[in-house]
Each structure stands twice: as structure tokens, then as C-alpha cells.
């Protein structure tokens, strides 16, 4: 009797504490939105002007042929960087590369953001290109993810390839015949159907801004959305799970 009356004290106590935990990470999140210290790799902006800056990161170069990153629109140019110990640039800097990113801000943030068109895009991406190769003497690997995959072979056919040593891209379809698995005549009709019903409120929009694609991707994957999130409250409690 006593046996289970401490063990039913124990399971109360550590249900107590439990919740106390979450109810502090729950806190400091609302607070601060994270729960580690802001973390960033070093780097230098060596360049800026109206659609981008032209970030160089800190590091010792062992390779010669430097690599420029690309990230999509709707994603922070921190896709690259997240923390430490899964950031991709902190890796490659640590393996003797010489990185370099294009940063385009966040288009809703930046002044005449909205209003920038594909065009300024892809001729940002050429002209970094550009610019790198001047400063290292080499040409660059052009990398990119999703989005910025598909600025970076628009690029490189901009260019003819010029000053390209290699494009590697992630997650960025280039052939929608392939990808679809459906008949060409049908996709084309597809394709021409979807570009008639948007032109007209696509016409009328100055841009979308971030918040918009973010949740429309969500949208797209609700099931997974919803099954992290009720993965996070069950982890509440659990600081290293969170950080």
C-alpha cells in the first residue's frame, strides 16, 4: 500500500516538473522565438546594390574555384546556415571553400522589393557570378536550392556557361515533361490553361510576399505540418529535443 502511494507521488512529481519545463520553454520562446543564441557564420558583404548584396564568408580557401549559393525567394539566405552543427557553409568553409552567397533579402522588406521581376533575378545571379570570378581569378560552381536551383540554370543559359566551372542544384526540376509522367500535348494544355487563369489576378498583384508562400507550401503538406507541430508540444518539456 505505501509502495504504490509513493510510486503514485512519484508519477505526480515528475508530472509536475514536467509541466513546469514546458510552461519555461514555452515562455522563453514567446519571448525570444528561439531557444539557442543567435548563430550566424561570419562573412563579409562585398557587395550591394538594388536586388542584392554579395556575401563572402569568413575562412581560409584551400580550393581555388570558389562556390556562390543561390536560395529561393520565399526562404531566408540562412537555408545554408541554420546552427552550427547542420550548417552547410560552416562545413564547406571547414573543408577549405571559398563561399560566397547571393543574398536578395526578403522581397516585402527591401525597398522596390514587390516590384522586382525575374529578369533582375537572373542578371543578379550572372552578375555575381562575375564578380566572384573577378576577385578569385577562377571560375565559380554555381549552386542552388529549389528555387534558387532554377536562377542558377536560367543563369548559366544566360551566360552560355561563361565563367561556370560547374552548376549543382537540390530539389530544382528541369524537365516538366519528365516529372509530370503525363503525354506532351497534355501537359502543354496544362500548362496553357493554368497560365490563362492566373495571368489576370497575377497581372493585377504587385508581388507575394513571404508569409503567403510559406503557408501555401504548409498547405501543401498540412499532414506533416500538423504531426510536427503536435511533435513539438509533446516535447515541450524537453529543451535539447527542441534546441
Same mark, same amino acid.
Given at each position: 500500500? &505505501?509502495?504504490?502511494?509513493?510510486?503514485?507521488? /512519484?508519477?505526480?512529481?515528475? #508530472? *509536475?516538473? %514536467? $509541466?513546469?519545463?514546458?510552461?519555461? @520553454?514555452?515562455?522563453?520562446?514567446?519571448?525570444?522565438?528561439?531557444?539557442? &543564441?543567435?548563430?550566424?557564420?561570419?562573412?563579409? /558583404?562585398?557587395?550591394?546594390? #538594388? *536586388?542584392? %548584396? $554579395?556575401?563572402?564568408?569568413?575562412? @581560409?580557401?584551400?580550393?581555388?574555384?570558389?562556390?556562390?549559393?543561390?536560395?529561393?525567394?520565399?526562404?531566408?539566405?540562412?537555408?545554408?546556415?541554420?546552427?552550427?552543427? *547542420?550548417?552547410?557553409?560552416?562545413?564547406?568553409?571547414?573543408?577549405?571553400?571559398?563561399?560566397?552567397?547571393?543574398?536578395?533579402?526578403?522581397?516585402?522588406?527591401?525597398?522596390?522589393?514587390?516590384?522586382?521581376?525575374?529578369?533582375?533575378?537572373?542578371?543578379?545571379?550572372?552578375?555575381?557570378?562575375?564578380?566572384?570570378?573577378?576577385?578569385?581569378?577562377?571560375?565559380?560552381?554555381?549552386?542552388?536550392?529549389?528555387?534558387?536551383?532554377?536562377?542558377?540554370?536560367?543563369?548559366?543559359?544566360?551566360?552560355?556557361?561563361?565563367?561556370?566551372?560547374?552548376?549543382?542544384?537540390?530539389?530544382?526540376?528541369?524537365?516538366?515533361?519528365?516529372?509530370?509522367?503525363?503525354?506532351?500535348?497534355?501537359?502543354?494544355?496544362?500548362?496553357?490553361?493554368?497560365?490563362?487563369?492566373?495571368?489576370?489576378?497575377?497581372?493585377?498583384?504587385?508581388?507575394?510576399?513571404?508569409?503567403?508562400?510559406?503557408?501555401?507550401?504548409?498547405?501543401?503538406?498540412?499532414?506533416?505540418?500538423?504531426?510536427?507541430?503536435?511533435?513539438?508540444?509533446?516535447?515541450?518539456?524537453?529543451?535539447?529535443?527542441?534546441?
Amino acid at each position: 500500500m &505505501a509502495s504504490a502511494k509513493r510510486r503514485r507521488t /512519484v508519477w505526480w512529481a515528475r #508530472r *509536475v516538473r %514536467r $509541466l513546469g519545463l514546458a510552461w519555461q @520553454n514555452a515562455l522563453e520562446i514567446a519571448r525570444a522565438g528561439r531557444l539557442t &543564441a543567435p548563430y550566424g557564420a561570419p562573412f563579409e /558583404v562585398m557587395h550591394e546594390e #538594388r *536586388v542584392y %548584396r $554579395l556575401r563572402r564568408y569568413a575562412g @581560409n580557401p584551400k580550393i581555388a574555384a570558389p562556390l556562390l549559393m543561390v536560395p529561393p525567394l520565399m526562404v531566408a539566405s540562412e537555408v545554408y546556415d541554420i546552427s552550427p552543427d *547542420v550548417s552547410a557553409i560552416a562545413y564547406l568553409v571547414g573543408q577549405g571553400v571559398d563561399v560566397w552567397l547571393v543574398d536578395f533579402g526578403a522581397p516585402e522588406r527591401e525597398e522596390g522589393g514587390m516590384s522586382r521581376t525575374l529578369d533582375d533575378h537572373i542578371r543578379a545571379v550572372s552578375q555575381a557570378i562575375e564578380r566572384v570570378r573577378a576577385a578569385t581569378g577562377h571560375d565559380v560552381h554555381l549552386c542552388g536550392y529549389s528555387q534558387g536551383g532554377m536562377f542558377a540554370y536560367q543563369a548559366a543559359a544566360f551566360r552560355k556557361s561563361a565563367g561556370l566551372a560547374s552548376v549543382i542544384t537540390m530539389g530544382s526540376p528541369v524537365d516538366l515533361h519528365r516529372h509530370l509522367r503525363v503525354d506532351e500535348e497534355i501537359t502543354e494544355r496544362l500548362v496553357a490553361g493554368l497560365r490563362a487563369a492566373l495571368q489576370w489576378p497575377l497581372g493585377r498583384m504587385e508581388g507575394l510576399p513571404g508569409f503567403f508562400t510559406s503557408t501555401g507550401f504548409k498547405l501543401l503538406s498540412a499532414r506533416k505540418e500538423a504531426l510536427q507541430l503536435v511533435d513539438f508540444v509533446r516535447n515541450l518539456h524537453d529543451r535539447q529535443a527542441l534546441e
